[in-house]
């Protein structure tokens, strides 16, 4: 089978005045760069802190999957599962969920995570398994503002 980006010879190729002979040569052309996607306003991806929280938690589920190797679990784990169980659910890629349905994505994703092996172990513990969004958007989207203020004030 031959993939649609490759270019494959047979026989001899001449580079530079020499012969190079051999059974088979493929070279393969890869696609450029993605661009980013541009994501609609109204959407979870238009949002910065919505978007990075629920990238945080599809992060942190990951984690917790892996984790849960060590308890036991002996199922293969596909990272890319989460986000074909988004869509089934939300009927909408993830990014691209509408923002007036934040709240029960994050529901979904958290009750994902706490019914991991270890999320479940960490409840018994009183450990969190993740943070809230208002504790992420404190801690990881305002610090940097509230650091180069006071470096600007000195």
């Known amino acids: 089978m031959k993939a649609k980006n490759s270019l494959t010879n ?7 005045g020499n012969i190079h002979v051999g059974d088979q040569t493929t070279i393969r052309v890869g696609k450029g760069s993605r661009r980013p996607a541009y994501y609609p306003p109204g959407c979870i991806g238009a949002d910065l802190a919505k978007r990075n929280y629920v990238r945080y938690l599809v992060e942190r589920y990951h ?3 892996e984790a849960d190797v060590r308890f036991g679990r002996t199922d293969r784990f596909h990272y890319s599962v989460i986000f074909k169980n988004i869509e089934a659910a939300f009927k909408a890629p993830t990014y691209f969920i509408p923002e007036a349905r934040f709240e ?9 995570i706490d019914n991991t092996i ?3 172990v960490n409840a018994k513990r009183g450990i969190s398994n993740y ?8 801690q990881h989207m305002a610090a940097p503002v509230a650091a180069s203020k006071s470096e600007h004030s000195s």
Not at 10 to 16: F, N, V, Y
Not at 104 to 112: H, T, V
Not at 131 to 138: K, R
């Open 10 to 16: 047979l026989g001899s190729i001449t580079a530079g």
């Open 63 to 65: 984690e917790h999957r």
């Open 104 to 112: 029960e994505l994050a529901d979904y994703l958290q009750g994902r």
């Open 118 to 120: 270890l999320g479940r």
């Open 131 to 138: 943070e809230s969004f208002d504790e992420y958007v404190m």
